[in-house]
């Protein structure tokens, strides 16, 4: 038997687009599947080298071509490109909100927090709270 | 506020112990000491006080008399600071603090000095002896009164004094308030642990030391018994010379082992033996052995061709009763007891 | 866009396939159209498949490869070079994480976890036809090192880059070498004396001629990147004529009149205003501090040949292709009235106390008066967890219980008290810590909400403690001296290097390393790196030896002449450029300058410096600036690919996928470390160790794979053997 799935499993739980940084906080991600400790899979990760290299145009695009939320899983203070990591990455989350408003999207459709290389339980349960933050959100 | 006093060790370690001050406070000894209680914990705090010289806080703590010597502690110690060796030394330190004369202390440090008292009542033996004309049954007359006088003047001049002061330094010293009622009926306490010792038997280690020491206890107590009251050596009594017999036998075998042991070395508490362990076990089997010599050569009528034996056997006596009863080793006995006596009082 | 693109959707031996049905996705991508191999494989990494994988390669003529395996972090460098095997840029190669972050993390949802994963796939390869072939950049380097700061770990790495043939340039600021070693008279665990050491050092680099040593000189300015920097250096004189006869040199040092701060000995006593740290310090040259000198006319007419007061300071240009920073630490500064220090006359601080005891070889005497007790107040500016220094500057219980050792050696009747919170003598110096309380030392410990108290008490000076070891009974102690075991801090002037050579660092305000397991001495910045205790509180070995892996870093890096750096960094698209200037502000690195285009100024990216970060991305407004692998057109066609829709054939009637049976699943090739188990297994019954044996394989390995190939039906359990230890196999 042959059946067609149209996004069913996204339409379950909100699709959250998932920015991480190759040295900290992707292995973190890498380490919760890695435990097996089960979050939705209708989250998807991109991992760069920087969480300050985000463009907000990118955050922008993913939101309106179907994801529900974008978290960007930073590394905080243990960043080794930049001590002001946090307060870049923090800009572009501003700029993109701007940039959000402007089309009508609720703001709290970006998030930000710090995740380490070891965070696999944090990771799962951001998930799991940012998920169902937006599926309460009407816009 | 105590005042930190790092000299307290020097003094000590001349009634024993020297390593304590390796300990780096792990706690393994107090874990694994089968007597320490959450209420009472020891070795450990004892070795704290030890090297910080809070000489008040020993002085008030009766948990030296409730260590038995297992030696469990002493092979647990991770920097072989010998805890349970330590608590032997503190009860040799506390008998010397109890004793108003002061002689134990100077015994216990000063090795010519015990042998210079036992070469002195020897002589004194001799001089007597010689006094009476080496009448045998004249000087086992003084014999046996001196055997009854020793006992009760000791008791009032040594041991009533130096309980009282143990009872003030644990008891009245620390502010403890215990109501009359309670002296009365914790008495028991007492009675059980003069006789059975029963807290050895909580000792993880060793059944039969345990057996051991309890047929000694018994052992010495009824020979101290059938000799003084029963007037062994003159008794008519079959029955009465033959438990005289056997007890004097009990103490003089026991003993044998206890030397034996203490010569193998195998265990803790026979690492460290100082003069007065060895005084104790060799005064208390020659106690036996001379009692029940006499005995026998006064059942074969030997005794009168053979007198120096009742005058070894007096010497003993004297010894026995003069030096180790009053300041040596036995003491333990009795302090230990009343510690758990005390102990119990302090319970709330 | 790429046309041909080969994609491989790995199994990892069930441990994808189990839950993510791979080889339906195999078939689907099949279909598109710029896809032209498509392929389930069982292990992906097996040496057989990178064959097949060249092969495929070659024979279709891909343009560019797509793996679906595990996370990059295991395999990306193992398929890179697969492609560079095949003639392909490594660049048009994309790994897509099907396992670590899809198959086990849903694991649970076995139908949903095929839906990802075609997700995943979908964006791989959308970014990989976006990818570009990009060749690594590669720089030359001038073969000289520059080492900051001749201390122990600086001396040490100097002679290592000189031995291996580097020119090396050691920069030291003081005018004298050794650093803080130099300052104390034994150094544990050895025993060496501390000036010693630093003399020997000295002595083995004067026997390099490729060793210019610079003293009394700091850097001033840095330009240049990995392979040519260009570093100003700026040498203060010494202000002594170099013909002058060394006896009349001596001479002036004896007859001088004047008296100065002596920091060497940390203010404990005056020095002359010339003078040597130390009498053998070196190089053996004193020093005139010709400010002091000023009114001392006499003097100074009287020496006038020996002394040349009018030389100036020289600024110099070095060229080195590689910089070790190896400037140290400083001792950390009590406030004053903390733990009474400088309010009560007898606190002192370790590092004081090491100096008194080297200036009093006999009777230890501080303000006249002997001391016989000593008590170590610990962790004084270290694991402050409210204050600025978090860290355990962790050699200082060592050296605290290595000085006490001293003490009883040197001075013989002395008591020391020790207030701790914890004792860290790791490794064999816990022997230390065991002698130290057998000799008698009293060890106390405080906590940090309890913080000991000292206080005078008419003649004496009483430390109060509340002590955990005795059920926290207050404690009283008596002592001549109470010292202060102070921690190890950054150098004051560590911002000024950091700044010059942008070097991060740390909330601890140390230097920071990439990453303290993967890239101890490595700093983000090219071809700086980090060694000794500026990196973070150490010891002498322990300083010596992250050096010494600093300078073998170097002269690795400066060995061929050449260096290739990774091509992915930031890029300026010139005709969108208008050079506002933003995305210089937030380079930390300096790597985007203002340049010429045409008529126009636009940004222009420094290759050797920038590190890819991306921090200028974003901040650009007319969106001129890309990193490369992560264009616009990679990101955005990547989120398109995770949202697109899926045609997936459902497997049996329910609604999760279920589990293959066991045996049946066919395999199209055996891994090669299956065919080496296979080969192993002669006859019919072997155990695990006989195959481990014949197949020479670890055994661990061989009972892993085992495991699998009973799973899918490759080898069979045949029994047990006499000792019912084992299970027999055999292939079925
Ligand atoms: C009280 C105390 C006792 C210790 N005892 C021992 C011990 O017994 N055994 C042991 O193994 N370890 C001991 N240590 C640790 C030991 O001191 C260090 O591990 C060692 O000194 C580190 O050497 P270094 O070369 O990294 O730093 P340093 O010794 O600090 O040397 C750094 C050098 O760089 C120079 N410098 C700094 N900034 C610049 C600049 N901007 N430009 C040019 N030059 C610069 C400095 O002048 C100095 O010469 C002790 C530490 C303390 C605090
Ligand atoms: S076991 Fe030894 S080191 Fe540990 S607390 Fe007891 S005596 Fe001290
Ligand atoms: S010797 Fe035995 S009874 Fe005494 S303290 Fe040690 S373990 Fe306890
Ligand atoms: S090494 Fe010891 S004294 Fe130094 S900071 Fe760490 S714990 Fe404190
Ligand atoms: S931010 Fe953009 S426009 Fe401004 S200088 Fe940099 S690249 Fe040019
Ligand atoms: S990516 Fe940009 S911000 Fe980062 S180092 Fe390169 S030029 Fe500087």
Not at chain 1, 116 to 127: D, K, W
Not at chain 2, 193 to 202: E, G, I, S
Not at chain 3, 61 to 66: E, F, Q
Not at chain 3, 205 to 233: C, Q, R, Y
């Given at each position: 038997m042959s059946t067609t799935i149209n996004q069913s499993p996204a339409t379950k739980s909100p699709k959250i687009l998932v920015f991480s940084t190759d040295k900290i906080s992707d292995p973190g991600i890498d380490q919760a599947g890695l435990r097996k400790i089960h979050y939705a899979p209708s989250v998807y990760v991109i991992s760069l080298p920087c969480s300050s290299g985000i463009k907000p145009k990118w955050i922008l695009h993913a939101l309106e071509h179907g994801f529900d939320g974008v978290f960007i899983a930073a590394d905080g203070h243990e960043c080794s490109y930049s001590s002001r990591c946090a307060e870049h990455t923090n800009t572009i989350v501003e700029a993109s909100q701007e940039l959000m408003k402007e089309k009508n999207i609720n703001p709290r459709r970006v998030r930000m927090a710090a995740l380490c290389s070891v965070c696999a339980e944090p990771f799962a349960s951001h998930m799991e709270n940012y998920g169902k933050i937006l599926a309460s959100l009407e816009d | 506020m105590s005042r930190v006093n790092p000299k307290f060790a020097t003094e000590l370690s001349k009634y024993g112990s020297s390593d304590f001050n390796a300990c780096f406070n792990c706690g393994n000894c107090t874990a694994t000491c089968s007597l320490s209680t959450a209420d009472s914990s020891f070795p450990r705090e004892m070795i704290r006080y030890t090297t910080l010289g809070l000489e008040d806080d020993i002085k008030a703590s009766l948990k030296p008399w409730e260590c038995y010597y297992c030696g469990e502690c002493s092979s647990e110690c991770p920097r072989q600071a010998e805890p349970g060796e330590l608590m032997m030394s503190l009860r040799r330190w506390l008998t010397a603090k109890y004793d108003w004369t002061g002689l134990s202390g100077l015994m216990y440090k000063s090795l010519p000095l015990s042998i210079a008292a036992f070469v002195l009542t020897f002589v004194g033996v001799l001089a007597f002896a010689f006094n009476a004309d080496f009448d045998l049954e004249h000087m086992m007359h003084v014999g046996h009164l001196f055997e009854a006088i020793a006992i009760a003047s000791i008791m009032v001049v040594i041991f009533v004094p130096n309980i009282i002061r143990m009872w003030y330094f644990t008891i009245v010293k620390p502010g403890t308030k215990v109501p009359f009622k309670k002296y009365v009926s914790s008495m028991?306490?007492?009675?059980v642990t003069m006789f059975v010792q029963k807290r050895a038997l909580d000792c993880d280690d060793n059944r039969f030391r345990w057996f051991e020491h309890f047929i000694l206890v018994i052992g010495y107590l009824s020979l101290l018994f059938t000799t003084v009251f029963m007037d062994w050596f003159s008794t008519q009594y079959l029955a009465v010379n033959i438990f005289g017999y056997v007890m004097s036998a009990i103490v003089f075998i026991v003993t044998v082992d206890f030397v034996n042991s203490r010569m193998k070395k195998k265990k803790a508490l026979n690492k460290h033996s100082q003069p007065s362990d060895w005084f104790f076990v060799i005064w208390l089997f020659l106690m036996g052995l001379t009692a029940f010599m006499t005995r026998l050569f006064i059942d074969l009528n030997i005794l009168e061709t053979n007198k120096w034996l009742y005058i070894l056997h007096f010497t003993v006596l004297v010894q026995w009763a003069l030096i180790i009863v009053p300041f040596g080793k036995w003491t333990h006995f009795l302090y230990r007891s009343f510690a758990m006596y005390f102990a119990k009082l302090k319970e709330k | 866009m790429k046309q041909r693109i080969g994609v491989y959707i790995c199994h990892c031996g069930g441990n994808i396939s189990d839950y993510v049905d791979v080889e339906e996705?195999?078939?689907?991508?099949?279909?598109?159209?710029?896809?032209?191999?498509?392929?389930?494989?069982?292990?992906?990494?097996?040496?057989?498949?990178?064959?097949?994988?060249?092969?495929?390669?070659?024979?279709?003529?891909?343009?560019?490869?797509?793996?679906?395996?595990?996370?990059?972090?295991?395999?990306?460098?193992?398929?890179?070079?697969?492609?560079?095997?095949?003639?392909?840029?490594?660049?048009?190669?994309?790994?897509?994480?099907?396992?670590?972050?899809?198959?086990?993390?849903?694991?649970?949802?076995?139908?949903?976890?095929?839906?990802?994963?075609?997700?995943?796939?979908?964006?791989?390869?959308?970014?990989?036809?976006?990818?570009?072939?990009?060749?690594?950049?590669?720089?030359?380097?001038?073969?000289?090192?520059?080492?900051?700061?001749?201390?122990?770990?600086?001396?040490?790495?100097?002679?290592?880059?000189a031995r291996s043939g580097n020119e090396v340039f050691l920069i030291e600021k003081d005018f004298f070498v050794g650093g803080r070693i130099a300052q104390k008279e034994t150094l544990f665990p050895t025993n060496q004396n501390g000036k010693e050491v630093v003399a020997a050092l000295y002595n083995e680099m004067k026997k390099f001629p490729n060793i210019t040593i610079f003293t009394g000189a700091t850097v001033e300015k840095v330009s240049g990147s990995l392979g040519n920097f260009t570093v100003d250096i700026k040498v203060k004189p010494r202000y002594i004529n170099p013909n002058a006869d060394k006896k009349a040199v001596k001479r002036a040092m004896d007859e001088c009149p004047v008296n100065v701060h002596d920091d060497f000995n940390l203010g404990l006593v005056e020095r002359k205003a010339i003078y040597k740290n130390y009498p053998e310090a070196l190089p053996d040259v004193p020093v005139v501090v010709a400010e002091a000198l000023k009114d001392a006319t006499d003097f100074t007419g009287k020496f006038a040949s020996t002394l040349n007061l009018n030389e100036e300071a020289q600024t110099l240009s070095l060229i080195a292709g590689s910089v070790l920073v190896t400037t140290g630490y400083d001792h950390y500064q009590p406030k004053e009235g903390e733990y009474g220090y400088k309010t009560i006359s007898n606190v002192v601080t370790l590092p004081e106390l090491n100096r008194l005891m080297e200036m009093n070889p006999d009777k230890l005497v501080y303000n006249g008066k002997q001391i016989k007790s000593l008590a170590f107040i610990y962790c004084v500016g270290s694991r402050q967890t409210k204050g600025d220094n978090k860290y355990c500057s962790r050699q200082c219980c060592t050296s605290t219980i290595h000085t006490s050792l001293q003490l009883k050696e040197k001075y013989k009747d002395i008591q020391t008290y020790h207030l701790y919170r914890d004792i860290r003598t790791y490794g064999k110096q816990e022997l230390m810590y065991a002698e130290s309380s057998k000799q008698g030392d009293l060890y106390f410990k405080y906590e940090e909400k309890e913080m000991p108290v000292v206080s005078v008490d008419g003649k004496s000076t009483i430390v109060k403690v509340k002590d955990y070891l005795t059920a926290k009974k207050e404690m009283e102690i008596e002592a001549d001296l109470v010292v202060l075991v102070t921690s190890m801090v950054a150098r004051e002037d560590a911002t000024t290097i950091s700044e010059l050579f942008k070097i991060p660092i740390g909330r601890d305000k140390f230097f920071n390393e990439i990453h303290p397991k993967l890239?101890?001495?490595?700093?983000?910045?090219?071809?700086?790196?980090?060694?000794?205790?500026?990196?973070?509180?150490?010891?002498?070995?322990?300083?010596?030896?992250?050096?010494?892996?600093?300078?073998?870093?170097?002269?690795?890096?400066?060995?061929?002449?050449?260096?290739?750096?990774?091509?992915?960094?930031?890029?300026?698209?010139?005709?969108?450029?208008?050079?506002?200037?933003?995305?210089?502000?937030?380079?930390?690195?300096?790597?985007?300058?203002?340049?010429?285009?045409?008529?126009?100024?636009?940004?222009g990216v420094n290759k050797a410096v920038c590190t890819g970060c991306g921090i200028c991305a974003p901040v650009c407004p007319e969106n001129a600036i890309e990193i490369a692998q992560y264009t616009d057109n990679e990101i955005e066609s990547m989120i398109d690919g995770f949202v697109m829709d899926f045609d997936i054939k459902e497997k049996g009637a329910g609604k999760t996928v279920e589990v293959e049976e066991e045996g049946k699943v066919g395999m199209k090739e055996y891994p090669q470390v299956w065919r080496e188990i296979l080969a192993g297994m002669t006859d019919e019954k072997n155990t695990i160790p006989e195959i481990a044996t014949n197949s020479k394989l670890a055994s661990e390995l061989v009972t892993f794979h085992l495991m699998t190939m009973n799973r899918y039906g490759v080898v069979v359990p045949a029994g047990m053997d006499a000792k019912e230890t084992y299970y027999y196999y055999k292939v079925k």
């Amino acid at each position: 038997m042959s059946t067609t799935i149209n996004q069913s499993p996204a339409t379950k739980s909100p699709k959250i687009l998932v920015f991480s940084t190759d040295k900290i906080s992707d292995p973190g991600i890498d380490q919760a599947g890695l435990r097996k400790i089960h979050y939705a899979p209708s989250v998807y990760v991109i991992s760069l080298p920087c969480s300050s290299g985000i463009k907000p145009k990118w955050i922008l695009h993913a939101l309106e071509h179907g994801f529900d939320g974008v978290f960007i899983a930073a590394d905080g203070h243990e960043c080794s490109y930049s001590s002001r990591c946090a307060e870049h990455t923090n800009t572009i989350v501003e700029a993109s909100q701007e940039l959000m408003k402007e089309k009508n999207i609720n703001p709290r459709r970006v998030r930000m927090a710090a995740l380490c290389s070891v965070c696999a339980e944090p990771f799962a349960s951001h998930m799991e709270n940012y998920g169902k933050i937006l599926a309460s959100l009407e816009d | 506020m105590s005042r930190v006093n790092p000299k307290f060790a020097t003094e000590l370690s001349k009634y024993g112990s020297s390593d304590f001050n390796a300990c780096f406070n792990c706690g393994n000894c107090t874990a694994t000491c089968s007597l320490s209680t959450a209420d009472s914990s020891f070795p450990r705090e004892m070795i704290r006080y030890t090297t910080l010289g809070l000489e008040d806080d020993i002085k008030a703590s009766l948990k030296p008399w409730e260590c038995y010597y297992c030696g469990e502690c002493s092979s647990e110690c991770p920097r072989q600071a010998e805890p349970g060796e330590l608590m032997m030394s503190l009860r040799r330190w506390l008998t010397a603090k109890y004793d108003w004369t002061g002689l134990s202390g100077l015994m216990y440090k000063s090795l010519p000095l015990s042998i210079a008292a036992f070469v002195l009542t020897f002589v004194g033996v001799l001089a007597f002896a010689f006094n009476a004309d080496f009448d045998l049954e004249h000087m086992m007359h003084v014999g046996h009164l001196f055997e009854a006088i020793a006992i009760a003047s000791i008791m009032v001049v040594i041991f009533v004094p130096n309980i009282i002061r143990m009872w003030y330094f644990t008891i009245v010293k620390p502010g403890t308030k215990v109501p009359f009622k309670k002296y009365v009926s914790s008495m028991g306490e007492f009675f059980v642990t003069m006789f059975v010792q029963k807290r050895a038997l909580d000792c993880d280690d060793n059944r039969f030391r345990w057996f051991e020491h309890f047929i000694l206890v018994i052992g010495y107590l009824s020979l101290l018994f059938t000799t003084v009251f029963m007037d062994w050596f003159s008794t008519q009594y079959l029955a009465v010379n033959i438990f005289g017999y056997v007890m004097s036998a009990i103490v003089f075998i026991v003993t044998v082992d206890f030397v034996n042991s203490r010569m193998k070395k195998k265990k803790a508490l026979n690492k460290h033996s100082q003069p007065s362990d060895w005084f104790f076990v060799i005064w208390l089997f020659l106690m036996g052995l001379t009692a029940f010599m006499t005995r026998l050569f006064i059942d074969l009528n030997i005794l009168e061709t053979n007198k120096w034996l009742y005058i070894l056997h007096f010497t003993v006596l004297v010894q026995w009763a003069l030096i180790i009863v009053p300041f040596g080793k036995w003491t333990h006995f009795l302090y230990r007891s009343f510690a758990m006596y005390f102990a119990k009082l302090k319970e709330k | 866009m790429k046309q041909r693109i080969g994609v491989y959707i790995c199994h990892c031996g069930g441990n994808i396939s189990d839950y993510v049905d791979v080889e339906e996705l195999g078939k689907m991508f099949h279909q598109e159209e710029n896809v032209v191999v498509s392929k389930d494989v069982m292990f992906a990494c097996a040496d057989s498949n990178q064959k097949d994988m060249v092969a495929d390669i070659q024979a279709n003529n891909l343009d560019a490869i797509v793996v679906c395996s595990c996370s990059p972090k295991l395999h990306l460098h193992t398929f890179k070079n697969v492609a560079a095997r095949a003639g392909l840029n490594p660049s048009n190669y994309v790994q897509v994480n099907i396992r670590e972050q899809c198959s086990w993390p849903h694991s649970d949802r076995p139908r949903e976890a095929t839906v990802k994963a075609a997700g995943l796939i979908r964006a791989g390869i959308n970014r990989v036809s976006y990818s570009e072939s990009l060749e690594n950049i590669e720089l030359s380097v001038k073969k000289s090192a520059l080492v900051i700061g001749a201390g122990v770990s600086g001396m040490k790495a100097a002679i290592d880059l000189a031995r291996s043939g580097n020119e090396v340039f050691l920069i030291e600021k003081d005018f004298f070498v050794g650093g803080r070693i130099a300052q104390k008279e034994t150094l544990f665990p050895t025993n060496q004396n501390g000036k010693e050491v630093v003399a020997a050092l000295y002595n083995e680099m004067k026997k390099f001629p490729n060793i210019t040593i610079f003293t009394g000189a700091t850097v001033e300015k840095v330009s240049g990147s990995l392979g040519n920097f260009t570093v100003d250096i700026k040498v203060k004189p010494r202000y002594i004529n170099p013909n002058a006869d060394k006896k009349a040199v001596k001479r002036a040092m004896d007859e001088c009149p004047v008296n100065v701060h002596d920091d060497f000995n940390l203010g404990l006593v005056e020095r002359k205003a010339i003078y040597k740290n130390y009498p053998e310090a070196l190089p053996d040259v004193p020093v005139v501090v010709a400010e002091a000198l000023k009114d001392a006319t006499d003097f100074t007419g009287k020496f006038a040949s020996t002394l040349n007061l009018n030389e100036e300071a020289q600024t110099l240009s070095l060229i080195a292709g590689s910089v070790l920073v190896t400037t140290g630490y400083d001792h950390y500064q009590p406030k004053e009235g903390e733990y009474g220090y400088k309010t009560i006359s007898n606190v002192v601080t370790l590092p004081e106390l090491n100096r008194l005891m080297e200036m009093n070889p006999d009777k230890l005497v501080y303000n006249g008066k002997q001391i016989k007790s000593l008590a170590f107040i610990y962790c004084v500016g270290s694991r402050q967890t409210k204050g600025d220094n978090k860290y355990c500057s962790r050699q200082c219980c060592t050296s605290t219980i290595h000085t006490s050792l001293q003490l009883k050696e040197k001075y013989k009747d002395i008591q020391t008290y020790h207030l701790y919170r914890d004792i860290r003598t790791y490794g064999k110096q816990e022997l230390m810590y065991a002698e130290s309380s057998k000799q008698g030392d009293l060890y106390f410990k405080y906590e940090e909400k309890e913080m000991p108290v000292v206080s005078v008490d008419g003649k004496s000076t009483i430390v109060k403690v509340k002590d955990y070891l005795t059920a926290k009974k207050e404690m009283e102690i008596e002592a001549d001296l109470v010292v202060l075991v102070t921690s190890m801090v950054a150098r004051e002037d560590a911002t000024t290097i950091s700044e010059l050579f942008k070097i991060p660092i740390g909330r601890d305000k140390f230097f920071n390393e990439i990453h303290p397991k993967l890239k101890p001495v490595e700093t983000v910045i090219k071809g700086v790196y980090i060694g000794g205790t500026c990196q973070g509180p150490k010891n002498v070995s322990e300083s010596v030896q992250s050096s010494l892996a600093g300078a073998s870093k170097i002269t690795a890096l400066l060995k061929s002449g050449t260096v290739s750096v990774d091509p992915i960094i930031a890029r300026v698209d010139a005709d969108k450029c208008t050079w506002c200037g933003k995305c210089s502000d937030v380079c930390d690195y300096t790597a985007i300058k203002k340049v010429l285009f045409g008529e126009k100024h636009v940004a222009g990216v420094n290759k050797a410096v920038c590190t890819g970060c991306g921090i200028c991305a974003p901040v650009c407004p007319e969106n001129a600036i890309e990193i490369a692998q992560y264009t616009d057109n990679e990101i955005e066609s990547m989120i398109d690919g995770f949202v697109m829709d899926f045609d997936i054939k459902e497997k049996g009637a329910g609604k999760t996928v279920e589990v293959e049976e066991e045996g049946k699943v066919g395999m199209k090739e055996y891994p090669q470390v299956w065919r080496e188990i296979l080969a192993g297994m002669t006859d019919e019954k072997n155990t695990i160790p006989e195959i481990a044996t014949n197949s020479k394989l670890a055994s661990e390995l061989v009972t892993f794979h085992l495991m699998t190939m009973n799973r899918y039906g490759v080898v069979v359990p045949a029994g047990m053997d006499a000792k019912e230890t084992y299970y027999y196999y055999k292939v079925k």
